[in-house]
């Protein structure tokens, strides 16, 4: 059988964070806190007090400030740059760690006054990179293991966790990096079958959410849609199994209780289309609903504790975020934090421009307020006074035309790809559909007549890339869709570059499998 090979336009994947979205309890509603004037708002102390004063309906959300930690975050604008930031709540001020341009894989996370970040190469492999913030020299870690994809990382007792896909495989496992030894390793990464959805380690466990691919693919077929997910919880020195539970709800996020005896799970309800946290509990062995008002919600996702136990930290994206029009998915996503005693709902952090990818807790890794001057770290503010009114439209395409907003809907499924008749092609079963488009696309571009092809890749249900290639008469362009299966993220729309006018790429795993099961030569290594 000859070896199939994928067609990626540029694939720009989420899952996240994944990485992107998340969310925790709630109450009474959450009150818009945001400060148009700055690009991330941190509402606390009197600042908060005075947002309360003005409403005569509003919580006292000004209370318990001493228990929000600091933060490390990964932010994504509509511009494509990636800030790497850290939030200091005794001094209630965000300071800019680094900014690059984005790349399909970035995230962050905060150790020991170094930075731990990922990007992708030009070959297509991510990387790990490491900023020492004391003498601001980087270096790259070295990774022995060939990584697709690295979608969260987390870092605890010297070792970065990553969530990660390795280079020719379709399933997501973790990889360990140690910070001592240098060396990278593979954990509970052996069955080809077996995909890592999210995971979460505290105290010498690790819990991991993990769905089967062919149960997935099985469960498409017969319109189940979803299969449902395995925790477990793992002893990291052993390797042992200590407790395992099955749900039938599309798991995104886990946090592991410092008690170890509660794990949250952020899940999506396939029937409904809805999402929601969940609290296992591990003594009991059954989940409860957290009571939040999800309604005041569009998503929500990746529910944590707070290091202090007390509370929970969560993103959403905002009920009155909006897609429209055709070039630009733009969602809005604030991080709250919820007192667990008080029922108390305040917001921490809310990006004007763009969305927050991922957070990370500091805990005993922050940096110290006098070591803030010392490392240089210039307070992150917003320099271009954007709006954060998500119906004004903030990119521009290559023409300087103003995008529009997207009408993608989210969570956008295998089913709606099928039925939209897009290019679709599902990663793990090595087939694509619908290439009759491509031929189309392919003719009339050839024919300089104006036509639009849109790709969609899926593992299993999971949307892993939606790109758009449109040729207007005179010129190609590349819409890329930079978001998950629950819409979180932005997209952007650029002059396609010169090897895509050619039809043609430099990476020979650029290829489209034939549904016939033989190597299509439509995108062809030049």
């Keep these: 059988m000859s070896k199939k ?173 140690s910070i001592e030894d240098k060396t990278c390793k593979t954990f509970d990464y052996d069955d080809d079958d077996d995909s890592l959805q999210c995971f979460d380690v505290n105290k010498g466990k690790i819990v991991e959410a993990k769905c089967s691919l062919k149960q997935q693919k099985d469960a498409l077929k017969s319109d189940n849609g979803n299969a449902g997910y395995t925790i477990k919880i793992i002893d990291e020195k052993t390797s042992k199994v200590v407790y395992s539970y099955h749900s039938d709800k599309i798991i995104t996020f886990v946090g592991l209780s410092d008690d170890l005896n509660k794990v949250l799970l952020s899940v999506i309800n396939t029937e409904y289309r809805t999402t929601s946290i969940r609290v296992l509990d591990i003594k009991e062995n059954n989940e409860e609903q957290l009571s939040v008002k999800y309604q005041d919600y569009k998503l929500v996702d990746g529910a944590k504790y707070s290091s202090d136990g007390k509370g929970v930290y969560f993103l959403a994206t905002n009920k009155e975020s909006k897609a429209d029009g055709n070039n630009i998915l733009y969602n809005t996503t604030t ?83 099928k039925r939209n008749n897009d290019l679709v092609f599902i990663k793990d079963e090595d087939k694509a559909l619908n290439q009759d488009k491509l031929k189309q696309f ?27 290639l449109i040729y207007d008469g005179e010129k190609l362009y590349l819409v890329n869709y930079s978001i998950d299966d629950q819409g979180n993220g932005g997209s952007y729309k650029k002059e396609a570059p010169e090897y895509f006018k050619d039809f043609g790429f430099s990476d020979p795993r650029y290829y489209l499998v034939d549904e016939s099961g033989t190597d299509s030569t439509f995108f062809e290594k030049r």
């Design 442 to 468: 392919l003719e009339m571009y050839k024919s300089k007549k104006q036509c639009k092809v849109r790709y969609v890749e899926f593992i299993g249900e999971q949307l892993q890339a939606i790109e758009d």
């Design 5 to 177: 090979r994928k067609v990626l336009l540029f694939m720009v994947l989420i899952v996240v964070l994944v990485a992107g979205v998340y969310m925790v309890l709630q109450k009474k509603p959450a009150k818009d806190l945001g400060d148009t004037n700055t690009v991330v708002s941190n509402k606390q102390g009197e600042e908060a007090k005075k947002s309360d004063d003005s409403d005569t309906n509003s919580n006292d959300e000004s209370k318990n400030v001493s228990n929000i930690d600091n933060l490390a975050l990964t932010t994504i604008s509509t511009k494509n740059k990636v800030n790497y930031l850290y939030t200091n709540n005794n001094l209630k001020k965000q300071y800019a760690l680094k900014d690059m341009d984005k790349t399909s894989s970035n995230t962050s996370v905060l150790y020991n006054s170094k930075l731990y970040y990922t990007y992708r190469d030009g070959d297509g492999l991510c990387k790990l990179k490491i900023l020492d913030l004391a003498t601001k020299r980087e270096e790259e870690a070295n990774l022995s293991i060939q990584l697709n994809s690295i979608d969260y990382i987390e870092a605890v007792n010297n070792n970065i966790y990553m969530k990660a896909t390795k280079n020719g495989k379709s399933n997501s496992g973790l990889v360990v990096y």
């Design 335 to 417: 991080l709250y934090y919820y007192d667990l005693k008080d029922n108390a709902l305040r917001e921490v952090l809310h990006p004007l421009d763009g969305v927050i990818s991922n957070y990370s807790i500091s805990r005993e890794n922050e940096i110290k307020d006098s070591d803030i001057a010392k490392y240089g770290l210039k307070e992150f503010v917003n320099v271009e006074n954007l709006s954060n009114n998500i119906t004004k439209p903030v990119v521009k395409d290559s023409s300087g035309a103003p995008a529009t907003l997207s009408d993608i809907k989210a969570p956008y499924t295998i089913q709606d790809a």
